[in-house]
């Protein structure tokens, strides 16, 4: 489930489309373990793709968050307006004002748990037209796109909990 608070917005809501969150838990070439999270639209957004793609830039950089230009260490910049909320059974992701609330894989929600973080790629170009959210050969094809990477937002997001 996707919401946008009311709050003023300087990104065209309707040109962002259905957005979705998926995650997986990969390894890394060096035999680490990294919870990955792909946020991106659908492309569904009243100006299509293309309005899609410049609604996900304007959010993005309003967020202080730069587009294929490196890592950007959340850990380091508590003042970002991105958060990762981990809850059992299910996460929350904050961009801006923009919230998604997902059920990640329990694979995911443990390694979270040990690290501490999550790796977020969003991406600024939509989810391929026709593929279906949570197809596992589409978003491997997806996430080793060059472009698709080139023009996205990756972060080191570090995982809050409710304290009771």
């Known amino acids: 489930m996707t919401s946008i608070s009311p709050e003023t917005q300087s990104v065209p809501t309707d040109d962002l489309g259905s957005l979705v969150v998926q995650s997986w838990r990969g390894t890394t070439p060096d035999g680490n373990d990294v919870p990955y999270l792909l946020a991106c639209s659908l492309g569904d957004g009243a100006n299509g793709p293309e309005g899609t793609a410049t609604a996900v830039e304007q959010l993005l950089q309003s967020a202080g968050l730069p587009l294929g230009e490196g890592l950007v260490d ?18 929350v992701l904050t961009v801006r004002h923009l919230k998604s609330q997902f059920v990640p894989p329990q694979t995911w929600l443990e390694t979270v748990a040990e ?50």
């Open 74 to 91: 959340a850990t380091q910049r508590p003042s970002l307006p991105v958060s990762l909320l981990v809850v059992p059974g299910s996460a």
């Open 115 to 164: 690290l501490g973080f999550a790796y977020l790629i969003f991406a600024t170009r939509p989810w391929p037209e026709g593929a279906e959210p949570g197809d596992a050969e589409a978003l491997a094809s997806f996430t080793s796109d060059e472009a698709a990477m080139a023009s996205a937002a990756h972060v080191v997001l570090p995982a809050r909990s409710l304290r009771g």
